[in-house]
């Protein structure tokens, strides 16, 4: 049994991740500061033997005998991370250092949950890890991608200077149920709006495509690369590469919830990046054979059950 820290692990993704490794038989203590994260997503979880919940931000140290770390703790939509974004940086950079800090002092693997934002307004179609990435330094986006660029900087350094046991992976979009009803990505907004009958809002001609993953193959990626051979520390890329338009995207959504909200076009915020998608081939090398096992209109369809029973809940 292994004694496993999962920074984050009150949000969306960080959620599925507690409960696969304690379903694995690990120890998991979860660490949030319920920024976008709730204790709604981990309820079923608390009353688990070896499920330990801590309120804290990692943006201070915080000490704690652990075997391994995965370091998911970040606002990860745009609403979210804009909100406030020297707050972003920091969570990124002093969260990166503390918890960076701590698997040197314990000695335990610690794997970053870096992005596809890395790789901004990408001019090379799909992306390969080897791409160093077309990022506005001073945008709207920027505290979240290049907080996040640094932090891959502080892995590497840490590795390099100190051997630090890491692992990066470079997730794309991905979606499933728990994702906040509010946070403003494309497919929560477009799943809400159609069950409530509210119009579509596509921002820009539509056009701009991104290649999304459903979240149980992330979990998937993720776990087999903290489990990968030593000496390959990534970064990985972890996503789908099927790519949609968001009007392919809104018509899947209308046709799966049989609704008939409209379609409307909004201004395309700034920095949007026209295109999205993962070249996965070291992952399919390096990660035993791993690659996403489930289509867009199968992922959508258990989301979609899943904010259909949250707004039955909560009126959103
Ligand atoms: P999320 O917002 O649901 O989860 C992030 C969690 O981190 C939340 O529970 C939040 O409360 C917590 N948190 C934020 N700042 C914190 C701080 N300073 N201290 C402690 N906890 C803090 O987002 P998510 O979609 O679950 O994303 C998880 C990770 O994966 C993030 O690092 C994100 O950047 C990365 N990622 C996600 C996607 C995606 O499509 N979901 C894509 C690329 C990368
Ligand atoms: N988008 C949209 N309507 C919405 C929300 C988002 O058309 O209601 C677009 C957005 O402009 C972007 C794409 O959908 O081109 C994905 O946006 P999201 O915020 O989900 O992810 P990211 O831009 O970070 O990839």
């Known amino acids: ?177 728990r994702m906040h009803p509010q946070d403003g990505r494309v497919v929560s907004n477009f799943i809400v709006q159609a069950l409530k009958g509210k119009d579509i809002t596509i921002f820009g001609d539509g056009t701009q495509t991104r290649s999304f993953q459903y979240v149980d193959d992330l979990i998937e990626g993720m776990t087999r690369m903290m489990n990968s051979r030593d000496g390959f520390i990534g970064p990985v890329n972890i996503g789908n590469p099927d790519e949609f338009t968001m009007l392919e995207l809104a018509e899947l959504v209308l046709e799966l919830t049989n609704s008939s909200s409209k379609i409307i076009h909004l201004p395309l915020p700034q920095d949007d990046p026209l295109q999205r998608q993962p070249d996965i081939s070291l992952a399919k090398k390096e990660l035993n054979g791993w690659k996403p096992t489930i289509n867009l209109r199968t992922g959508l369809a258990s989301t979609i059950s899943y904010f259909d029973e949250l707004l039955k809940i909560e009126n959103y």
């Open 1 to 177: 049994m292994k004694r496993i820290l999962v920074t984050g692990g009150a949000g969306f993704v960080g959620s599925h991740l507690c409960e696969r490794l304690l379903k694995e038989g690990n120890e998991v203590i979860c660490l949030d500061n319920y920024f976008t994260g709730s204790k709604r997503n981990i309820e079923h979880l608390m009353d688990h033997h070896f499920f330990e919940l801590v309120r804290h931000d990692i943006i201070n140290p915080y000490m704690v005998e652990v075997d391994e770390i995965y370091n998911l703790a970040c606002p990860a939509s745009p609403i979210h991370y804009q909100y406030n974004p020297i707050k972003t940086v920091k969570t990124s950079v002093m969260g990166a250092i503390n918890m960076l800090g701590l698997a040197k002092r314990v000695g335990a693997k610690i794997l970053q949950a870096s992005t596809s934002e890395v790789y901004g307004n990408p001019s090379v179609h799909p992306q390969p890890e080897s791409y160093w990435g077309n990022v506005n330094p001073i945008g709207l986006r920027s505290c979240y991608d290049e907080g996040k660029r640094c932090a891959e900087t502080l892995f590497m350094d840490y590795h390099n200077q100190n051997k630090v046991n890491i692992k990066i992976i470079r997730i794309f979009n991905t979606y499933g149920p």
